[in-house]
T-cell receptor
Framework: NAGVTQTPKFQVLKTGQSMTLQCAQD?????MSWYRQDPGMGLRLIHY???????DQGEVPNGYNVSRSTTEDFPLRLLSAAPSQTSVYFCASSWTTTNEKLFFGSGTQLSVL | KNQVEQSPQSLIILEGKNCTLQ??????????LRWYKQDTGRGPVSLTIMTFSENTKSNGRYTATLDADTKQSSLHITASQLSDSASYICVVSSNDYKLSFGAGTTVTVRA
């Protein structure tokens, strides 16, 4: 099993550009989520999904969209990138809920100029 | 507001020595507490998960303790190795499945 796979590893955007961060898992996990990690702060939840076709907002959802058309994939879209979205983004998954062990991807380092 | 505070922010230890990291939380109602290890440039990896009734849990040279009464946890690293250099993150889960993340403690092990 590959676990949780994120692409790309690094990305540089200009202000106003849009892009999609990809996340895929091969463990048949129902729960998937996106976090951002900023220096000196704990991971913050952006969006999450408890199953295909179901998504919900987390703590910091503004400026981001998600969809969950399959169990395996959970892409994160930046609609119009802003410098405040410069961060490291992690996708995570677990069997059902966050009460179980979370498996994280290796992250995407995004810089918005 | 649910909070998780970790201390120290960073520490440097010599290879072979022990160290202890602290985690204090105000999350309520409490479900479980986890410790994750995050290597530079990688995602966090789970070390331990402890529920209310567990006060000690080990994973190799890592031992986590939990005092649910005082809302404190610690992670003890025994006989540190260079590969233990990483950030260690304390995460507390509440009964409504919300996770609260600490900012992490960065451990540097020097030869």
């Amino acid at each position: 099993n590959a676990g949780v796979t994120q692409t790309p590893k690094f990305q540089v955007l200009k202000t106003g550009q849009s892009m999609t961060l990809q996340c895929a898992q091969d463990m048949n996990h129902e729960y998937m989520s996106w976090y951002r990690q900023d220096p000196g702060m704990g991971l913050r939840l952006i969006h999450y999904s408890v199953g295909a076709g179901i998504t919900d907002q987390g703590e910091v959802p503004n400026g981001y969209n998600v969809s969950r058309s399959t169990t395996e994939d959970f892409p994160l879209r930046l609609l119009s990138a802003a410098p405040s979205q410069t961060s490291v983004y992690f996708c995570a998954s677990s069997w059902t809920t966050t009460n179980e062990k979370l498996f994280f991807g290796s992250g995407t380092q995004l810089s918005v100029l | 507001k649910n909070q998780v505070e970790q201390s120290p922010q960073s520490l440097i230890i010599l290879e072979g020595k022990n160290c202890t990291l602290q985690c204090n939380y105000t999350v309520s109602p409490f479900s479980n507490l986890r410790w994750y290890k995050q290597d530079t440039g990688r995602g966090p990896v789970s070390l331990t998960i402890m529920t209310f009734s567990e006060n000690t849990k080990s994973n190799g040279r890592y031992t986590a303790t939990l005092d649910a009464d005082t809302k404190q946890s610690s992670l003890h690293i025994t006989a540190s190795q260079l590969s233990d250099s990483a950030s260690y993150i304390c995460v507390v889960s509440s009964n409504d499945y919300k996770l609260s993340f600490g900012a992490g403690t960065t451990v540097t092990v020097r030869a």
